[in-house]
């Protein structure tokens, strides 16, 4: 089935988050749409979904217009979806989720359950997805999710897949059989749309690659089209993924971490026995697909989950079972993974929310008492400081762009006396110039001699800033790199193959001496 | 595995959960202990010398089965021992989720028997079990009903506290229109239909202008309360022969399964009610665990998304499931006039639908559990009112409080963190 | 100012001060009448309050016409004479209505009296001017425990936990007041205080209870606060059914002896009028909450818990701490609120004291959009309402239930703006605006 899109607009308000748009995807091809977050790649496939509908241009399949009202309609023209956030019911079977909607019932209106389940096989097998149809679905590890996703989509007779952000999950190993599934759909005739931000990822499995930027199409290439064009088509300009710094002039450990464990209530070790150091004046940063613990290991640094065992000192000051607030006044400044959920008080305003961990202290409150004066005085300082583009500090927090939100959290938080920086995923979903920003501010931290611990499952954010690199894998360790390693290894490493090094982590290498001998294996 | 746990949105819980659990870990072994030390020094220490008789056969049955004999203060402390031995067990022991719940339904039955040994120990009058069974099952049925409606609503996602607005505005309804049409069956089915109108007012508000449910089963609790107090004084009153005199449902004896000794008389010889209940549990069950409709309106109340995008009308599934479930407690409502004391009464329903959503809750969400949950309330009502009508010292009014501080003591720590339906109270809103 | 209505932006904070904002924003341009106009079509809290009020009372009348025995005997003969069914509906509807007002503000009647008085010192010497106020003075005395209790849900709501347990809270504050009441001997002033702490107390204890098997164990407030109220409605039955608890000597009626009146909240204005000091301890409370949530670090903790616990967390405040302590001072102004009945008004407790306290505290709390002062507003319309009440039924034979019918109406409008908008064809308010009560779900 051919489909094409012609002058696709669909504006939200003022916001034109697809300006017209024209696509088309041939069978048997795996098209690839390139773009930044927010550049509207995700409209665009809600539109083709039907989940949104567009306020111009048209949708055509084998020449024919159509208009999709719902994922219905959609479906039954044989588009098929698999979201970036994957839409099962964790509490469900395989087979029940794949049959949702279109379920096969028996005469006595009962629902045949045998039918859904060979159907699962039966797809399984033809383009070797290998999952179980029995399985519940919260019990899958993130891969064989997305494989349920594909059935989902085949079982409904897709022709057209749409895969959105697929890899941002999955380990390289699991992207590798990603990638293997999706030829193999290819050559039974499937189109594939496969939306991506990694350059790659896209160089490596696309048949054509068109390339997004702020809601318009700002060009199609083939797939050998060189790293840096594609980037520099993506993001509108010659970019320096690479923040300028100086070399790192480490000094004294600052936090040390040594043996964390960190289970859950059924005892599983989400970190396992985690050791490193971070000294003044060096960014180690941690890299690993997300889902390793790196989450985890965040929350139990701040308190927010219980350590199960191992030692964590901050400026020689045990801080294994401190509080968050203890450990907030020890002297951790903390970027949360989530701003949103975790970082912000949205309906509360600019100034509360810079003021969020330190309400409670002079010159913000003299006893119980608050001082809005000087709430106010040093919000309009730090909106200052930090470039916060809001209408006032008494604006809420949640009309802000997700930059400026995360600047709020960046003045709050360094605006504190501090000895180390724990930022997580400190520039997910923001704009390029937002991170640069970030960035910026991040590394002069290093270079005021603060330790400042980063974790990240962007590469590419862990080269621009790291002076040493972690990488972890299933709650642990695999191995200390300098920033020199290359990517290869370093994706060997996040997919589990022990390194050389990752023994004793008070032997870390220092980051002029690297040891790059990827594991066996692989 | 691992990272699928960690991407679903368990972690919004990490605000509810507080991490300390010595507390609940040592809360059950202690209240079993409490409850073993009851049977022994409490009730076996100061119970009448004597046996305790229990019968098992109403007056006229066909056939009869012998009366049981115990001797009362032996029982009381075999009972509290067997007790303390599951409390320690419990303590210790590293006990399976299905025989941890065991452990609680044997210590509840070994106190009931202790409390009934003590209560009947020395009286000439033999203690009817049948009886005691067969008020339980229909003290519960209003109870049952709105529990089921409760599960139909939270695992579509709404949570409907408004079950208490439902029974009263069904038990009014159905008395009036019985007295005025004179027709038993037309009351039963308007005052299902009443069930359903509130559940109109539920929907509306909660789907269509996402308003707070849990604030707004509480208003509509109000509404009803307030409505039918209203139309009660103004009407009523004044017009009782006209009004509030509905005829009432007979029991009906089911023929050969009504005469099994004990099981017949307490399940085979009811209202019609009784059946209704039988029935809604079964379509319940059934639906909810094996249609179509079960699978979708599951998918509806834990990931609304999830089924939108693959067709399903989450909105109008919602609109209709609540609707829907509102007649079972409808009918649970006409309970209360045409299926047991005739004339309506000013808030008559007295707090029984707040019951059924504890029951709900404490059985997990599911029908049978629900139902179990549902029978124990039950149990304890006409425990309480036997228990006055032998005379024991016990106040009855501490007996009242008791299935509440059971719900709360359960909701505590007994049986753990209740999940419900994740997406239920969150209003579906439409990317 | 705490905002319940969610309300992203300067230009849309709700309240008169929008017209004012706006009539600025528009410059030389807009009349200020326009500017008004528009304030009030845009449908802002202020006046989607209003209107709800407005159209509960028309749902109200209705009601009332069309069941009333007089109405409906003339509906009988609608075509016979058809005028004569109509305005017997609109008599009725109308006078039950204006009944309530003669009860609650001010009856025209109680003036003409006062002016055929010999004298002005003979009319205040023998209550003639206090029975002008009388009216007032009952709302005052009915509003009260709703604004107490109100604040007793207002207050925890704010820090993302519903209280529907504000009857057992009263009851412990009426059991621990009463008992102080008569069982100890104290002389004026001191007895009074010492009771008021006691209710307090006793409202507290509950509070805490619940705050503490929530950030124990998770128990979810909501059923343990239902739970809760029959708890203590049976156990209330049970101090009074014995002599040798709480039952006065010498009775077998469910009731307590009266308290000393040495214990009684003094009044404000002369014998003739029941308005008490306990009006003041509420407009105190009320001002004390604002202060609390607003001005002070733990009402700061409050409010960020209410809004994202996450982020408190995060933040390093301690959520459960602060569940436990908002619940606790909730508990306290629900017991408070139970004192003030037994020491205001009641004197005695009885097996039914708390009447329809706990409820009518919801519909305050969300009638004032859970903010201190909406509270005592909502709370004297309220109050209002029950004063005048039973002028109504002993007047026009309509029910006091009519009451709650308007509160529960009342409170379903105010929580859903969008339907009063649609019905006045209001425009929604600009960038959201009015949210109403939006749900936050239940396992959050």
Redesign the interface.
């Known amino acids: 089935m051919e489909l094409e899109l012609k002058g696709i607009t669909k504006r939200f308000g003022s916001l034109v988050a697809n300006d017209r748009i024209g696509l088309s995807v041939a069978p048997g091809q795996v098209h690839a749409l390139l773009g930044e977050n927010g550049a509207g790649k995700t409209t665009l496939m809600n539109v083709l979904y039907g989940l949104l509908q567009p306020d111009e241009g048209e949708i055509l399949l084998d020449g024919k217009a159509v208009r999709f009202h719902s994922p219905k309609d959609a479906i039954a023209a044989g588009i098929g979806m698999v979201h970036q956030h994957f839409m099962l019911v964790p509490v469900f079977t395989v087979a029940e989720n794949v049959t949702l909607g279109i379920e096969p019932v028996r005469p006595s209106g009962l629902l045949d359950r045998g039918k859904t389940r060979r159907e699962v096989r039966e797809l399984s097998h033809r383009y070797g997805l290998e999952v179980d149809p029995d399985a519940l679905v919260e019990d899958l590890p993130v891969g064989i999710q997305q494989r349920v996703e594909i059935i989902k989509a085949l079982v409904r007779e897709a022709t057209v897949l749409i895969l959105d952000e697929p890899t941002a999950v999955l380990t390289p190993a699991e992207t590798e059989d990603l990638f293997r599934i999706v030829r193999q759909l290819k050559e039974g005739g499937k189109s594939i749309v496969f939306i991506s931000h990694k350059l790659k990822e896209v160089q490596a499995i696309a048949d054509t690659i068109t390339v997004l930027r702020r809601g318009t199409v700002v060009g199609e290439r083939p797939p050998g089209t060189t790293e840096d064009e594609l980037a520099s088509l993506m993001v509108g300009r010659n970019v320096q993924l690479r923040v300028s710094k100086q070399p790192a002039k480490p000094g004294d450990a600052v936090l040390d971490v040594d043996g964390l464990v960190v289970t859950d209530q059924t005892g599983k070790a989400w970190v396992n026995g985690v050791s490193f150091q971070v000294r003044a004046g060096e960014i180690l940063g941690v890299a690993g697909v997300q889902g390793n613990g790196q989450t985890e290991l965040c929350e139990a640094l701040m308190g927010l989950l219980p350590t199960a065992s191992g030692q964590v000192t901050l400026g020689g000051r045990d801080l294994t079972h401190a509080t968050p607030q203890q450990r907030l006044r020890a002297g951790v400044a903390y970027i949360p993974e989530d701003r949103q959920q975790d970082g912000l008080v949205g309906e509360f305003s600019v100034a509360d929310n810079m003021v969020l961990d330190v309400y409670d202290r002079p010159p913000f409150a003299s006893g119980i008492n608050l001082r809005p004066a000087a709430i106010a005085a040093n919000a309009a300082e730090r909106v200052q400081e930090f470039d916060v583009r809001t209408p006032s500090a008494g604006a809420p927090v949640s009309t802000l762009s997700g930059g400026n939100q995360q600047k709020v959290i960046l003045a709050r938080e360094l605006g504190r006396e501090h000895k180390v920086l724990l930022a997580s995923q400190p520039t997910r979903g923001l704009d390029v110039g937002s991170i640069e920003f970030v960035h910026r501010r991040i590394v002069e931290q290093r270079d005021k001699g603060l330790a400042v611990l980063i974790v990240s499952a962007e590469l590419d954010e862990i080269y621009a800033l790291a002076d040493r690199i972690a990488v972890m894998y299933e709650g642990r360790i695999t191995g200390f790199r300098p920033p020199t390693v290359p990517a290869e290894e370093l994706g060997l490493l996040m997919a589990g193959a022990p390194g050389q090094d990752s023994g004793s982590p008070g032997a870390e290498p220092t980051p002029s001496a690297p040891t790059a001998t990827p594991g066996a294996g692989q | 595995?691992?990272?699928?746990?960690?991407?679903?949105p368990v972690?919004?819980?990490?605000?509810?959960?507080?991490?300390?659990?010595a507390?609940?870990r040592w809360?059950a072994p202690a209240t079993f202990a409490v409850f073993g030390l009851v049977n022994i020094f409490v009730l076996g220490l100061y119970s009448h010398s004597g046996d305790a008789t229990f019968a098992f056969s109403q007056a006229f049955a066909k056939v009869t089965v012998p009366n049981l004999s115990l001797p009362a203060a032996t029982t009381c402390y075999v009972c509290g021992a067997i007790t303390l031995v599951i409390a320690a067990v419990r303590a210790f022991a590293p006990l399976g989720m299905a025989l941890k719940r065991v452990s609680i339904a044997v210590v509840v039955f070994l106190f009931i028997v202790a409390l009934l040994c003590w209560a009947d120990a020395g009286l000439t009058t033999a203690f009817n079990v049948v009886n005691l069974l067969q008020g339980t099952l229909n003290d519960s049925i209003p109870i049952m009903l709105g529990a089921l409606t409760g599960v139909v609503c939270s695992r579509s996602g709404v949570?409907n506290?408004g079950i208490e607005g439902q029974l009263l505005l069904g038990a009014f309804t159905a008395a009036i229109v019985s007295t005025v049409t004179g027709s038993l069956w037309l009351g039963l089915v308007c005052g299902a239909l009443a069930g359903s109108l509130v559940a109109v007012?539920l929907a509306v508000?909660?789907i269509n202008?996402?308003?707070?449910?849990?604030?707004?089963g509480?208003?509509?609790?109000?509404?009803i309360?307030?409505?039918t107090?209203?139309?009660?004084?103004?009407?009523m009153v004044?017009y009782t022969n006209t009004l509030n005199s509905p005829p009432t449902f007979t029991a009906i004896k089911i023929p050969l399964l009504g005469d099994i000794p004990i099981i017949g008389p307490v399940f085979f010889d009811a209202t019609v009610f009784l059946y209704l209940t039988y029935l809604a549990l079964a379509g319940v069950q059934?639906g909810l665990f094996?249609?179509?409709w079960g699978?979708?309106t599951?998918?509806i109340g834990?990931?609304p998304?999830?089924?939108?995008?693959?067709?399903?009308p989450v909105l109008a599934m919602r609109y209709r499931n609540v609707i829907a479930a509102g007649v079972i407690a409808g009918i649970g409502g006409a309970y209360f006039t045409i299926g047991s004391v005739g004339a309506f009464g000013k808030g008559m329903t007295s707090?029984e639908g707040?019951i059924a959503?504890?029951a709900m809750?404490f059985g997990r969400y599911t029908p049978f559990g629900a139902i179990s949950a549902a029978l124990l309330f039950g149990f304890m009502t006409q425990l309480q009112s036997i228990m006055s009508t032998l005379n024991t010292p016990i106040?009855s009014?501490?007996l009242?409080?008791t299935p509440?501080?059971v719900?709360?003591i359960v909701?505590?720590?007994l049986i753990g963190?209740v999940?419900?339906p994740?997406?239920?109270?969150?209003?579906y809103v439409k990317? | 100012m705490s905002d319940q209505a969610a309300s992203p932006g300067p230009a849309t904070s709700p309240g008169p001060a929008t017209a004012g904002a706006k009539e600025e924003e528009r410059g030389p341009d807009g009349s200020f009448g326009r500017a008004l106009r528009d304030a009030i079509l845009e449908g802002n809290t202020v006046t989607v309050t209003i209107l709800a009020i407005f159209t509960a009372f028309v749902v109200g009348g209705l009601l009332n016409a069309f069941t009333n025995r007089t109405v409906l005997h003339a509906w009988a003969s609608l075509f016979s004479a058809p005028g004569h069914a109509i305005a017997t509906a609109w008599d009725t509807a109308v006078g039950a209505y204006v009944e309530m007002f003669e009860g609650s503000v001010f009856n025209p009647h109680t003036v003409a009296a006062l002016f055929q008085q010999a004298s002005f010192s003979t009319a205040v010497h023998d209550g003639y001017l206090s029975a002008v106020f009388s009216p007032l003075s009952e709302t005052a005395v009915q509003a009260t425990p709703l604004i107490l209790a109100g604040l007793a849900v207002a207050l925890p709501y704010q820090a993302g936990l519903f209280n529907i347990g504000a009857q057992s809270q009263l009851i412990g504050g009426m059991i621990v007041a009463t008992f102080l009441g008569y069982g100890v001997s104290m002389p004026f002033f001191v007895h009074v205080v010492v009771c008021v702490i006691g209710g307090f107390a006793g409202g507290a204890a509950l509070g805490w209870l619940v705050g503490e098997l929530k950030a124990r164990t998770g128990a979810h407030e909501v059923i343990v606060t239902i739970m809760l109220n029959y708890i203590m409605a049976y156990f209330l039955t049970y101090l009074l059914s014995f002599g040798y608890l709480m039952q006065a000597p010498a009775t077998s009626n469910q009731i307590t002896s009266p308290i000393a009146g040495n214990a009684h909240l003094p009044l404000l204005f002369g014998s003739h009028l029941r308005i008490n000091a306990g009006f003041l301890i509420a407009l105190a409370c009320a001002a004390g909450v604002w202060w609390l949530l607003n001005r002070t670090t733990i009402g700061f903790e409050f409010r960020s818990i209410g809004k994202n616990p996450s982020a408190a967390r995060v933040a390093g405040m301690n959520v459960e701490r602060n569940w436990v302590l908002v619940m606790l001072i909730a508990g306290g102004l629900a017991g408070l609120s139970g004192a003030t009945v037994i020491q205001g008004t009641d004197f005695t407790l009885n097996f039914q004291s708390y009447g329809t306290y706990g409820i009518d505290a919801i519909t305050v709390a969300l009638l004032g959009l859970g903010r201190p002062f909406g509270v005592v507003l909502a709370g004297l319309l309220f109050g209002a309402l029950h004063a005048g009440a039973p002028l109504m039924q002993a007047a026009t034979g309509t029910p006091v239930d009519m009451v709650e019918v308007l509160q529960a109406v009342i409170v379903l409008f105010v929580a859903a703006p969008p339907l009063i908008r649609t019905m006045y064809r209001l425009r929604a308010a600009r960038a959201g605006g009015v949210g109403g009560v939006m749900s936050k779900g239940w396992n959050a």
């Open positions: 595995m691992t990272v699928a746990d960690r991407v679903q972690d919004l819980d990490l605000a509810a959960q507080p991490p300390s659990s507390f609940r809360l949570i506290i007012l508000f909660a202008y996402r308003v707070d449910q849990v604030v707004l509480v208003v509509l609790n109000t509404l309360l307030g409505l107090g209203f139309l009660y004084d103004d009407l004044p059934v094996a249609t179509r699978l979708r599951r998918a834990e990931h998304v999830a089924a939108d995008t693959v067709g399903i707090g707040y959503l504890a809750i106040q009014n501490l009242l409080m509440y501080i719900v709360i909701l505590a720590g963190k999940r419900g994740r997406a239920e109270g969150i209003p990317a």
